[in-house]
């Protein structure tokens, strides 16, 4: 459900780490999506190949999920094991003590970028060299709001506050 | 070229939920998120929560809807200081939301502050809202297999409770099989039965939330260099026995039991 604004988040990090890397295109990404993480990758990967769009850098880039395996750690027995379905209770001795090791994880783990010297020995493609000064689009322009802090608080709105407020996301 | 990037695709929300997190552990205030399904029964629960904490407990109320104000106005009724946001669309909250919306329900002595997830049982849990719980409703509405469906959120949740057990006469919702599907997906969580239309069980949910305050507020004592709790479970007691809620699902059991 939310896996738009998780794919916006990662062709963000990408065009990033490409600007700050100069290179210019990315060829990879690799992300790691943990199995205790609610995000289904498939809606995710398709997800990715449009919001890639205005990116000169991402365009032609494939994208590949990895995943995470939960490792689950008995603290009575100390096996450990793979989680298969949402059991929390030890595989072997049946205790409730059990710990979390891995499957947290939702993270872009690494890439692989094209840099200019490369580009040289290889056919340009048509539209996929990066314009000068292109910027990474930033949170306000697909939906989220950039973060607000410290507020100050009117005497109006304190009052309203009182009773009931109303405001977007 | 290989860059090497480990970054989390969630680290903005991370950051602001850790900040929120800082602020709330030196101001001491407990901070609960309540996530369910839509329908289960959250802003009821809300209702007949502010109802018992009234003249208790420093309260706020964050609510978060896809469209309407319609729970805002429901909770508004009770004198507490009630914020809706709307997300137009977005199917969770997100850290940056409350940031925003925060400064218009916060007050200097606040105790306790109380958010109202979108009615969505999927992408709350993965979006830390700097809370110091989550909290997951299950009606008995929904069939006892539902936690074994969206399993994260239960596992999750420091509490879970099943709402609407009034409605248990009508239907074939089998208590222990859901207290069987909790128990391999969360071992040891608390799972609390209430009915905000009769209040039966109440009293245990708002003990629960008395002691997450009061908790909160001896951790911070503690490290300060050890004065006496701020809120003694003794006192913790006290005020959830005499809370109206309390009372009213009391009388509503002696009803029952005649
Ligand atoms: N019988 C009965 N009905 C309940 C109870 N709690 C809530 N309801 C009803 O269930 C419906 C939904 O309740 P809400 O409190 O609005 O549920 P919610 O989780 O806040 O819903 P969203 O905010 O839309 O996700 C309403 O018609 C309530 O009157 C209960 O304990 N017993
Ligand atoms: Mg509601
Ligand atoms: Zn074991
Ligand atoms: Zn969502």
Redesign the pocket.
């Known amino acids: 459900m939310h896996e738009l604004g998780l794919a916006e988040e990662i062709i963000r990090v990408a065009d990033r780490e490409a600007e700050r890397a100069g290179a210019s295109r990315v060829l990879l990404v690799d992300i790691t999506v943990g199995q205790l993480m609610q995000v289904e990758v498939d809606s995710l990967l398709f997800l990715l190949g449009i919001v890639r769009e205005p990116s000169p850098y991402t365009v032609g880039t494939t994208f590949e999920a990895i995943t995470e395996p939960a490792r689950l750690h008995c603290r009575s027995c100390g096996e450990t094991w793979n989680m298969g379905g949402w059991v929390f209770l030890c595989d072997s001795c049946g205790s409730a003590d059990v710990q979390t090791l891995s499957g947290g994880r939702l993270e872009v783990t690494d890439m692989e970028v094209e840099i200019d010297d490369d580009r040289e020995t290889e056919v340009p493609v048509e539209g996929d060299a990066p314009r000068r000064g292109w910027e990474p689009r930033p949170r306000a322009a697909i939906g989220g709001e950039v973060p607000i802090e410290g507020q100050e608080r009117t005497a109006r709105e304190k009052a309203e506050s009182r009773g009931l407020g109303v405001g977007g996301p | 070229m290989k860059v090497d990037v480990h970054e989390s695709v969630l680290r903005v929300n991370e950051t602001i939920a850790a900040r929120l997190r800082e602020a709330w552990e030196r101001r001491q205030i407990t901070v609960v998120n309540l996530i ?12 007949r929560t502010l109802e018992g904490l009234r003249g208790m407990l420093s309260v706020a109320v964050l ?1 978060g ?1 896809i469209q309407t104000d319609n ?1 805002a106005r ?1 909770l508004a009724r009770f004198g507490f200081p009630v914020r809706q946001i709307v997300t137009t669309g977005e199917c969770h909250l997100e850290a940056h939301m409350v940031e925003k919306h925060l400064h218009f329900v916060d007050e200097p002595d606040l105790d306790l502050l109380l958010i ?1 997830n ?2 969505n049982l999927v992408c709350p849990t993965d979006y830390d809202l700097g809370e110091d719980a989550k909290v997951v ?1 299950l ?1 008995t509405t929904e069939g006892e297999d539902k936690p074994l469906k969206y399993p994260a959120i239960f596992h999750r949740a420091k509490v879970a409770l099943l ?5 248990l006469q009508y239907l074939d919702f089998d208590v222990a099989e859901a207290r069987r599907n909790l128990g391999e997906i969360h071992p040891g969580m608390p799972i609390l039965e ?5 209040g039966d069980g109440l009293d245990r949910w708002l003990e629960w939330l008395m002691v997450q305050v009061g908790r909160k507020k001896r951790a911070e004592r503690r490290t300060d260099g050890g004065e006496s709790d701020a809120l003694p479970t003794a006192k913790v007691e006290a005020i959830v026995a005499c809370t109206p809620a309390t009372k009213k699902a009391k009388k509503a059991k002696k009803v029952e039991q005649q």
């Open positions: 369910s399904a839509p329908g289960s029964g959250k802003t009821a629960l809300l209702e609510v809807d729970d429901r109202e979108v009615g409703l009606s709402t609407k057990t009034d409605l209430v009915s905000a239309r009769t």
